[in-house]
C-alpha cells in the first residue's frame, strides 16, 4: 500500500481495528478522520514489526497520521492503542486527539520479537511524534503510558504533546501509569517541550535512556543516569497546550452526530 490517503472518513462501531497498514506501507496519510467505538485499536502502522528484515520491501516508510480523533477504542482487547507505529522509519504521528481509552495513546517501536534485555538497531528511526492531544488514556490498564515507546528508536522525537487526565483505575495491577513511557531499553528518543499534567507519573524509564528539554513536570521514576535533562528559557507550556491536538480547520469532525 503506497500513497493512498484516507481522509474525512468515519469508522465506528467495528469489530476489529480501524486503520491497519500491515507491512511495507510507504508514503500514505490517514489524515481527518474519526475513530470511534471500536473492538482493537484505532490506527496502526506495520503490525508485522519484523526487526531487520532481509527484504527491505517490508519495512514502512513515511506514513503520515494526522488531526485524527480517536475516542473509545479497545472495547473488546482493551491492550489496544489509540494509534500504534511499529518498527517504521520516518513515520509522523501529529495533531491527532485521542481521548478515553483503556490503555496507551500512542505506541512507538514496540515489537515481541526484540528480548527487552538485548536492545539492537533495527530500522525503528526517525519517527516523529509531535502536537498531539492525548486525554484520559489508561483508563483500565497498566504498564504503559498516554505515549509509549519501546527499543531502539535512533532519531526520534517526542515534541509539544500535551497529555493530561489520567488516572489508576480499580482493576490495574500496580505497574506504572504514566504520561510518556519509555520502556524496554529505549534509546535514541529526543523528548522535547511536552505537557504532562494531573497523571499518577509524568514520566516513566524502564531500562530506558532519553534526551529530556524542558521535563518539567513530577514525578520521574526509572533509572535517569543515563538520560540527560535540559531547559530552555523559550518553552511556553501554554502555547504548547493551545496547538495541540486537532488543528482548526478540522475540529468541525468532532461535531459529527454518532
Known amino acids: 500500500a503506497n500513497k493512498i490517503l484516507l481522509e474525512r472518513n468515519v469508522l465506528r462501531n467495528l469489530g476489529g481495528g480501524g486503520v491497519i497498514l500491515y507491512s511495507g506501507t510507504s508514503d500514505n496519510s490517514i489524515r481527518v478522520n474519526v475513530l470511534r467505538d471500536i473492538a482493537i485499536g484505532g490506527i496502526a502502522v506495520d503490525t508485522l514489526s519484523i526487526p531487520n528484515p532481509t527484504d527491505q520491501r517490508t519495512v514502512s516508510r513515511r506514513n503520515v497520521v494526522s488531526n485524527n480523533y480517536i475516542t473509545k477504542t479497545g472495547r473488546e482487547f482493551p491492550n489496544s492503542e489509540g494509534i500504534f507505529v511499529g518498527l517504521t522509519d520516518g513515520t509522523i504521528v501529529e495533531h491527532n486527539e485521542i481521548a478515553d481509552l483503556p490503555y496507551s495513546g500512542i505506541s512507538v517501536g514496540y515489537a515481541q520479537f526484540i528480548y527487552p ?15 498531539n492531544l492525548i486525554r484520559g488514556t489508561m483508563n483500565l490498564l497498566d504498564d504503559g503510558g498516554g505515549i509509549y515507546t519501546g527499543n531502539v528508536l535512533t532519531g526520534t522525537q517526542i515534541s509539544e504533546n500535551y497529555i493530561h487526565s489520567q488516572t489508576r483505575s480499580p482493576w490495574e495491577e500496580g505497574f ?70 486537532l488543528q482548526s480547520a478540522y475540529v468541525d469532525i468532532k461535531q459529527i452526530q454518532y
Open 176 to 245: 506504572p501509569n504514566a504520561g510518556i513511557y519509555l520502556d524496554q531499553n529505549t534509546r535514541g528518543v529526543t523528548v522535547k517541550n511536552n505537557v504532562v499534567e494531573s497523571t499518577p507519573l509524568a514520566l516513566n524509564l524502564n531500562s530506558a535512556c532519553g534526551a529530556f528539554v524542558n521535563f518539567t513536570f513530577t514525578p520521574i521514576r526509572g533509572n535517569t543516569s543515563c538520560s540527560t535533562f535540559t531547559t530552555d528559557s523559550t518553552f511556553n507550556p501554554t502555547a504548547v497546550k493551545s496547538n495541540a491536538g
Open 117 to 131: 534485555s538485548n536492545p539492537i538497531q533495527t530500522q525503528a528511526k526517525n519517527n516523529l511524534i509531535r502536537n
